[in-house]
């Protein structure tokens, strides 16, 4: 799985890298009911490979468990680009999808900026769809896979980037995950930060009907259901 997660990044190159601060992944799962994620990414300046004044990020391409380069990249709506604590009014941040490789991005990286944000919704269908396109919530039950919700800057190794995530879940939901958490505050889930890799490899399923089965003292099963 974690080979197939590298696989998944194309281009990424194998060259060591010192870990900088975390990028910072916001997801607002309240709306997963009606199919609607929001994420937002800061991405700090120091994990981009900038080259005249442009970045390349990559969506999620090949999937774990998958055997085709069918990242969902057709649930991707309304991405924009700009920098941390920009003003209300402030424009966007340039930026183009490549040409040939649909799943990378290039985007107009300002020199005294120490970081980018990109923000963007991503949707399901109400029914069908295949695999990690397939739909992701009902009234009662969802999951959240994280290789949906995120841009990764290319030519940087999967491990070599932490994520620091935030989870905001419907209100009264319970969930469960192999991301260690780090605290709680009503409704919204701070995690512990992780690898790249780790987040992709943990996704959270969640529910209004919730129960957790213990195996052992360390080990158990989560489960939600409809009803």
Do not use: C
């Not at 601060?21 to 991405?43: G, Q, Y």
């Not at 940087?156 to 905001?168: E, G, N, S």
């Not at 209100?171 to 992780?194: E, H, I, M, N, Y």
């Amino acid at each position: 799985m974690l080979a197939a997660l590298a696989l998944g990044l194309a281009s990424l190159t194998s060259t060591p890298d010192a870990k900088s601060a975390p990028i910072r992944l916001d997801v607002d799962a309240s709306e997963i009911s009606r199919r609607i994620v929001h994420t937002k990414l800061t991405i700090p300046v120091a994990d981009l490979v900038v080259k005249d004044g442009k970045a390349t990020l990559l969506y999620p391409k090949w999937i774990p468990g998958e055997h085709a380069p069918d990242g969902p990249i057709a649930g991707v709506v309304n991405l924009k680009f700009t920098v941390p604590n920009a003003p209300r009014d402030a424009k966007p941040l340039p930026w183009k999808r490549d040409l040939v490789e649909m799943f990378a991005f290039h985007v107009d990286v300002p020199a005294k900026a120490d970081a980018i944000v990109a923000q963007f919704d991503f949707v399901t269908p109400t029914d069908g769809g295949s695999f990690s396109g397939s739909t992701m919530g009902t009234e009662n039950v969802g999951v959240i896979s994280f290789n949906q919700l995120l841009l990764v800057p290319d030519g940087k190794k999967p491990d070599a980037l932490d994520v620091a995530t935030t989870l905001r879940v419907p209100r009264g939901w319970q969930f469960g995950t192999a991301l260690p958490l780090g605290q709680k505050s009503f409704d919204v889930l701070a995690f512990q930060p992780a690898s790249l890799t780790t987040v992709i490899d943990s996704p959270v399923n969640m529910g209004r009907y919730f129960k957790r089965f213990a195996l052992d003292r360390d080990h158990g099963v989560s489960v939600a259901a409809d009803s």
